[in-house]
């Protein structure tokens, strides 16, 4: 029934047409919507590219069979009065409305108008967002079989694609009413379509202007439930890879998506008692599958790097699995691997060394000869494992600069007889 009538007036549509995003309403309810200088979509408040109107004759065919099997229902007189009423009536339920302004470089920009009068019905946004955006995370392809991954360019019809799916993704994450710049429900929706590893791709691979928006979304989306998400999909290479060569917007969204990856594990962290002297139990088991096979066999090196990152990733949780790496005998392992092989394993490598940079390790990772790999890395690797291998560097420097303060306190305080 829901589906006869029209989201503005919520009568029967008499004169149904479609607008540019897909949604069916009654002619002059539209009509009336745009004439009072709404430039979106009444259901979800995100900027149309169009204002054109398409009869959709399907429609009326159904809304009159089901008149049909439904005297009592008959179609509404919709005279100027009603329809005031009712467009009225309905821009009082709205909170929000991304507005279009002007084409700019990359694309039209775009805005978001906090009113009173603007944007969306929320139940009825709420069930055409979740249901849009697995149609959209189509368009921008499925990870691994990208077409930028596999060096084919995109036709132009597909790149408008894929920057029509970006803009209007960044209008979802925008519209958000409710929870200000944050809108789990959304990043949710992104994570469980699998649109995390295909932004990812595209904050790589993408034009400029697809960067930037990968960016912003991978920024808007990085909530807790999706950090292991973001791992797996390498969303850290990626912003890293923006840090060193996207534009001065998509460092500031990497940055801040960075940022907000930050604050989440250290969230995490805090949950986890400290001191228990409790690790992970996979630890011993992904060091003994590790081999320094990977570096001359091309058919394990796929494998390390999974077993690597998983590594990197029990790194990063428990403040006991850095030292139950070092006391399994991995950081020489590790440190073999980041000084040869394939620049995506010596990458892996560089970000276990990089979350196991605590403490107790430091002299460890130090006489493993990690140091001199990290710089090698620093030098001529790409962008993103530059920017691991810096990082890890700096954390050292770091460590061994508060062991030597310290060392200096004990020094000062129980001088030598």
Request: charged share 25%; glycine share 6%.
């Amino acid at each position: 029934m829901a589906f006869f009538k029209c989201p503005l007036t919520e009568k029967l549509i008499c004169d149904p047409v479609s607008l540019e995003d897909g949604q069916v309403c009654e002619r002059v309810a539209i009509e009336e919507w745009f004439r009072r200088g709404h430039q979106s979509s009444p259901l979800t408040g995100l900027a149309l590219q169009s204002m054109e109107l398409k009869p959709v004759p399907e429609a009326k065919r159904t809304v009159a069979q089901y008149i049909d099997q439904h005297p009592s229902e008959c179609l509404p007189q919709l005279d100027p009065v009603t329809i005031d009423r009712a467009i009225t009536a309905f821009q009082a339920q709205c909170t929000a409305e991304v507005v279009m302004e002007n084409p700019g470089d990359f694309g039209w920009e775009v805005k978001v108008v906090p009113a009173q009068k603007y944007g969306a019905s929320a139940a009825l946004g709420a069930d055409m967002v979740a249901s849009r955006i697995a149609d959209l995370v189509a368009l921008l392809g499925t990870g691994p079989d990208l077409e930028s991954e596999k060096g084919v360019a995109d036709s132009g019809e597909r790149m408008a694609e894929k920057n029509h799916a970006l803009q209007t993704l960044e209008n979802l994450c925008i519209y958000n009413p409710g929870d200000k710049i944050k809108n789990n429900s959304i990043a949710l929706a992104i994570r469980n379509t699998g649109g995390i590893r295909p932004l990812a791709a595209l904050a790589h691979n993408g034009t400029r202007a697809q960067q930037d928006s990968a960016g912003f979304l991978l920024w808007k989306i990085a909530i807790p439930e999706n950090e292991k998400s973001f791992a797996q999909a390498n969303v850290p290479f990626a912003l890293y890879t923006l840090l060193q060569r996207g534009t001065a917007e998509a460092k500031k969204y990497a940055q801040n998506a960075l940022d907000e990856l930050e604050k989440v594990a250290e969230t995490r962290r805090l949950r986890v008692q400290l001191s228990d002297d409790r690790s992970d139990y996979r630890i011993p088991l992904l060091i003994e599958q590790l081999s320094e096979d990977a570096l001359q066999n091309s058919e394990h090196t796929s494998e390390a790097v999974n077993i690597l990152m998983k590594l990197a990733d029990l790194a990063a949780i428990d403040p006991d699995n850095p030292m139950a790496i070092k006391n399994a005998n991995g950081i020489p392992l590790v440190t073999k691997l980041l000084e040869g092989g394939s620049m995506a394993l010596r990458e892996a490598a560089a970000m276990v060394m990089l979350n196991i940079c605590v403490p107790q390790n430091e002299l460890a990772i130090k006489d493993a000869g990690a140091v001199s790999a990290l710089r090698a890395l620093d030098f001529e690797g790409p962008p993103s494992a530059q920017y691991v291998a810096t990082k890890a560097l700096e954390t050292l420097m770091r460590l061994e600069a508060d062991r030597r303060f310290v060392e200096a306190q004990k020094r000062a305080l129980w001088p030598s007889s």
